[in-house]
Each structure stands twice: as C-alpha cells, then as structure tokens.
C-alpha cells in the first residue's frame, strides 16, 4: 500500500448512506434527550454530542451529493461552520438529499 492512497472509513459511502446514517444518530438523540434529568445540565450531553454529529453527517450528505469529494470534506475535519458555509453556498435552503 505504499504508494495507493489511505483510504479511511466511509469513504466509498453514498449520500443516501451518510444521510441514513445521520438519521440513526438523530434517533439515538432523540432517545437519550428523554434520559435527561432536570437541574442536572450535564446529562444533557450525551444528547448534544449526537445530535451535532447527525448535523455533521447531514451536511456531510449534501455535500457529497452536490459533487464535493470525500477528500474535501475530510479537509473541513469536524468544522460545523465551514461545512454549513459550503452547503450554504450550493443551495442549503430547499433542498432535500
């Protein structure tokens, strides 16, 4: 493998697969929001953890479907402003994957 490209995980995934994935982590935020406990704050942050990863993976979604490259969203790493931008910049608003 010395001179192929490393490949990393999901990298050969559709959009249709990132954006089903996003709906399992919106699911399992849903879920664990119902376990919080009032006045207790950081039981909240298992619920937040998820759902900004469904966020991540949605966009991740669209913008794959858009024509960005793996390789290119790889690049913005875990940065949720840069990806909304992007997705912005393609048509965030109306469109459905």
Do not use: W
Not at 40 to 48: E, I, S
Request: with cysteine; charged share 25%; net charge positive.
């Amino acid at each position: 493998m010395a001179n192929e490209e490393r490949k990393y995980p999901g990298e050969l995934a559709s959009p249709q697969q990132i954006r089903e994935l996003a709906e399992e982590y919106r699911e399992a935020a849903n879920l664990l929001l119902q376990q919080c406990r009032p006045g207790k704050p950081l039981t909240r942050a298992p619920f937040r953890l998820s759902a900004i990863h469904a966020i991540e993976l949605y966009l991740t979604a669209l913008l794959l479907h858009r024509g960005h490259s793996p390789n290119q969203i790889r690049k913005l790493q875990h940065d949720l402003s840069a990806r909304t931008e992007q997705a912005m910049e393609i048509g965030l608003f109306g469109l459905r994957v």
